[in-house]
């Protein structure tokens, strides 16, 4: 995709983004949730490496023992899933985030390298039971 392709698909989103803001105000809901589902399309198109989006998370010690910290995260939609990298983190071989959500045999799993050292991941996270579906009323 070229620059200007990129910009041109900008351009729709912001658009987009503009006319669900729009339906909200009015209340229209089918309308808006069209623009939203569009704007998804949009930015699915996009090129991998333009999908990475990096943030200041503030984290506070859940135990008080340490004061809050301010830590920079990389989110990035690839083809294997969706990477989280929280910076100063990274996996064995440094290809990839330490924090990967992906789709495995239908399955929604949680995958962490738990130890920069180790090649396979430490923790594989079987998502399914936590989907709302599985909820119960109890």
Same mark, same amino acid.
């Given at each position: 995709?070229?620059?200007?392709?990129?910009?041109?698909?900008?351009?729709?989103?912001?658009?987009?983004?503009?006319?669900?803001?729009?339906?909200?105000?009015?209340?229209?809901?089918?309308?808006?949730?069209?623009? +939203? %589902? $569009?704007?998804? #399309?949009?930015?699915?198109?996009?090129? *991998? &490496?333009?999908?990475?989006?990096?943030?200041?998370? /503030?984290?506070?010690?859940? +135990? %008080? $023992?340490?004061? #809050?910290?301010?830590?920079?995260?990389? *989110? &990035?939609?690839?083809?294997?899933?969706?990477?989280? /990298?929280?910076?100063?983190?990274?996996?064995?071989?440094?290809?990839?985030?330490?924090?990967?959500?992906?789709?495995?045999?239908?399955?929604?799993?949680?995958?962490?390298?738990?130890?920069?050292?180790?090649?396979?991941?430490?923790?594989?996270?079987?998502?399914?039971?936590?989907?709302?579906?599985?909820?119960?009323?109890?």
């Amino acid at each position: 995709m070229t620059p200007y392709q990129i910009a041109e698909l900008a351009g729709k989103i912001e658009w987009t983004t503009d006319s669900a803001l729009k339906a909200a105000r009015k209340q229209n809901w089918q309308e808006f949730d069209q623009h +939203m %589902e $569009k704007i998804s #399309e949009f930015r699915a198109s996009l090129p *991998i &490496e333009n999908s990475r989006t990096i943030g200041i998370v /503030h984290l506070k010690d859940t +135990m %008080e $023992k340490q004061g #809050e910290i301010k830590i920079r995260i990389g *989110i &990035e939609q690839h083809s294997l899933g969706l990477f989280i /990298h929280p910076e100063g983190t990274g996996t064995y071989d440094g290809s990839y985030a330490p924090i990967l959500i992906e789709q495995h045999e239908g399955t929604l799993m949680l995958i962490v390298w738990s130890n920069i050292n180790e090649q396979e991941p430490t923790h594989l996270i079987d998502l399914s039971e936590a989907m709302e579906s599985c909820r119960t009323t109890d």
